[in-house]
Nanobody, 122 residues
Framework: QVQLVESGGGLVQAGGSLRLSCAAS????????MGWFRQAPGKEREFVSS????????YYADSVKGRFTISRDKAKNTVTLQMNSLKPEDTAVYYC???????????????WGQGTQVTVSS
């Protein structure tokens, strides 16, 4: 059974930092793309960042480029999202996702975590 378990969310002031982690288990993710999506109240789930498990190639939404950094640890089967210079508009539930093919479309992801809340106060 595939499991993606997020941790690291919380409340932070604008300009602060948070580090999200996703622990993946239940299958080999070789060849997969591991990503982060977020969903704010009343809005659709949107792409944040993704990383190729094998290649380490990274992808970012324009809104987070230069502020967020995604990485993966193959030995620990974890994906991390380092979020710096946080803004109130970054407030959302953040979801870890895995997809067999690269896509920024939430409907194209194969597996999802349960989500972790990130709240940025102004």
């Amino acid at each position: 059974q595939v499991q993606l378990v997020e941790s690291g969310g919380g409340l932070v002031q604008a300009g602060g930092s948070l580090r999200l982690s996703c622990a993946a288990s239940g299958r080999t993710f070789s060849g997969y793309f591991m990503g982060w999506f977020r969903q704010a109240p009343g809005k659709e789930r949107e792409f944040v960042s993704s990383i190729g498990w094998n290649t380490g190639t990274t992808y970012y939404a324009d809104s987070v480029k230069g502020r967020f950094t995604i990485s993966r640890d193959k030995a620990k089967n974890t994906v991390t999202l380092q979020m710096n210079s946080l803004k109130p508009e970054d407030t959302a539930v953040y979801y870890c996702a895995a997809a067999r093919y690269y896509s920024r479309n939430a409907n194209s992801q194969d597996y999802w975590g349960q989500g972790t809340q990130v709240t940025v106060s102004s």
